[in-house]
């Protein structure tokens, strides 16, 4: 269902109300999903890393997190209706769970997780909170983050350590958390939820100008603007060209 292809990493061309929709499904499934956010840095560093590129096949919700995702899927001819982002998918979603459903935030600099469990909490009375950690992605904290997961089971898990470390992670251990219907990678989310971060004013967003805003915030982010605004578009362009040659 509605699944394209852009530099050979398949993106999920839904709106944010149909990807609450797959992720409800999700959750009453007996499976275990992992849903990744891509957005266009991440479809050029998966061009040079082998192993980052199989997850994203590999994954099971591949959400449009960039505006350059919407506007160069387009330009192939391949329609995606919306942006959609972690943030706005991990309010959306937290404020449609039961509480049936429980949830635990991995990741982010020390106390932000707990912060970001504060605000969703705040917004959603019902929310059912499991846990709140920082943790590290470095494969010797994984088994005490792992049992510290399995002892609180929680059936949705959001993981902040950013791309491509977290779906990583994600890729390799969600087996080992039996519990977890939904393992997402949510970039700097959690910033966001706490207020570590601000994002972009509406007007920019809407505009498809959010990555100037980070970039004016975080001068740090320049190399990996440059791929997003630069990059990612010229690689693009020079797939479908040679796409045209071949056929
Ligand atoms: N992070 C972390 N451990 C790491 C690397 C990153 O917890 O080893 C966190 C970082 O604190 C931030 C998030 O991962 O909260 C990634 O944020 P970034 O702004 O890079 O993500 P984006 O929104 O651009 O995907």
């Not at 192993?51 to 995702?69: K, T």
């Not at 001819?77 to 949830?103: F, H, I, K, M």
Request: charged share 20%.
């Amino acid at each position: 269902m509605s699944r394209i292809s852009i530099l050979g990493v398949p993106i999920d061309a839904i709106t944010r109300e149909q990807a609450i929709e797959r992720l409800a499904d999700m959750l009453v499934s007996e499976r275990q999903h992992h849903v990744m956010t891509p957005n266009s840095e991440m479809l050029v560093a998966a061009q040079k890393h082998p192993a980052f590129h199989q997850v994203l096949q590999r994954s099971d919700l591949n959400l449009p997190d960039s505006q350059g995702i919407v506007t160069m899927g387009r330009y192939i001819g391949q329609y995606v209706p919306e942006r959609v982002t972690g943030v706005d998918t991990v309010t959306a979603l937290c404020a449609v769970l039961t509480e049936a459903d429980s949830v635990f935030l991995l990741g982010a600099a020390p106390g932000i997780a707990e912060k970001a469990a504060e605000a969703l909490k705040a917004k959603n009375p019902h929310l059912r909170i499991a846990g709140a950690y920082a943790g590290t992605p470095k494969a010797h904290d994984a088994n005490s983050i792992i049992a510290r997961i399995n002892d609180v089971h929680p059936h949705i898990l959001f993981v902040a350590y950013g791309a491509p470390k977290q779906d990583l992670w994600i890729a390799e251990y969600l087996q080992e958390m039996p519990s977890v219907r939904i393992a997402m990678g949510v970039g700097g989310t959690f910033d966001f939820l706490a207020g570590a971060k601000k994002r972009a004013p509406l007007l920019l967003q809407t505009m498809g100008l959010e990555w100037f805003w980070r970039l004016v915030c975080e001068p740090r982010r320049l190399p990996r603007i440059l791929n997003a605004v630069l990059v990612f578009p010229f690689l693009v362009i020079l797939r479908q060209r040679s796409d045209v040659v071949a056929r």
